[in-house]
């Protein structure tokens, strides 16, 4: 008799493969749920015609009597359109040779720049144009103010590297013309890209850095406080460095 008692209170094999079933398709469901909400965030994120509408006090950047317009990459002109690859080229096309793993191409990395999905925030100085110009009378229209540095963003669904797919913000490009560096044009580019991503809920705002170009890292790490993403290659495969790292920063409220 206290055999078969012991063995009546014992959970069968069965029972616990049904349990764990119904676990998994539980945590499944929700995940699924997540994913699909992340996914509304993301298609309402990317139909904001104007950022500077949520984030109105960083439109413009006194210290540099600049002033940012947000657009979508059709609605770019074709100087801009220019002017934002040629600075790119010439602040990344030595990084890209140097690594191995992704290498330069003018063709795919235009074509990247086109994406659909490709948000810009372009700061213009009408300072430089009055310094410039002491002949107010041949200064160059509004249109033609100097394009002084911009970002490039992307709202889309990221793998977290668990699995599980986020809503984030994904900062493709941020790039400053030489003679305005260290002047904090860079700082409120990061600033208007996070404060972008949390305002539409984004879960984290990553971006990839070039292993070549340590000042790049050390910006965003000690002075934006960005960490080594979950995802970031040289974390899961550290015996084979691919010459970029991706880092994040996760929203502290989600």
Known sequence: AKGSAFYDTMPSSKKKGSEKAKQKKKERKERMLREKAGKELVKAASGIEDIFSILTAFKVFRKLDAEGVYKRYEDLTKEEKAWTFTLLEKNMKKHYEGCESV?????????????????????????????ENKDFQNAKPADQDTPLGYAMWRFLMDDNGAGEWLPVLYLWEIHIEEKYRSKGLGKHLMLVSELAAWKLKMKKIMLTAFSSNPDSLRFFQQKMKFQFDDTDPLLCEPDEPCGYRILSKTRMNP
Do not use: L, P
């Open 103 to 131: 290498g330069w191409d003018a063709s795919a990395k235009k074509k990247e720049m086109d994406h659909e999905g490709c948000r810009y925030v372009i700061f213009y100085s009408k300072e430089t144009q009055k310094n």
